[in-house]
């Protein structure tokens, strides 16, 4: 069983860092690839970054290139996402989600449950 978990989540100013976590339950975590994605109220859920398992690949959405970091940590079976210069059209709920290798911009298969980031002007 593949389960993300996120936290990390916050209100913060315009122009502060963030970093989001996701712990990946079971035991499968080194065969992922991983991903956040993010949903705005009133908007589609739209890809943020990814990361191939392997850690061999990451893939940014043009709108936080530069800005955020994916990262994982093989021993923790966990992925963060690092958010620096945060905007206020980065507010959104934050979701974790994980496939079994393959594409990084491909279809996920586990979902989190998400987590608020929300940046005030």
């Known amino acids: 069983q593949v389960q993300p978990v996120e936290s990390g989540g916050g209100l913060v100013q315009t122009g502060s860092s963030l970093r989001l976590s996701c712990q990946i339950l079971g035991s499968a975590f080194p065969s992922l690839t991983t991903a956040w994605f993010r949903q705005a109220p009133g908007k589609e859920r739209e890809f943020v970054a990814g990361m191939s398992w392997k850690s061999l690949f990451t893939d940014y959405a043009d709108s936080v290139y530069g800005r955020f970091t994916i990262s994982r940590d093989v021993s923790e079976s966990t992925v963060h996402l690092q958010m620096n210069n945060l905007k206020p059209e980065d507010t959104a709920v934050y979701y974790c989600?994980?496939?079994?290798?393959?594409?990084?911009?491909?279809?996920?298969?586990?979902w989190g449950r998400g987590t608020q980031v929300t940046v005030s002007s």
């Open positions: 989600a994980a496939r079994w290798s393959g594409d990084i911009r491909g279809e996920y298969d586990y």
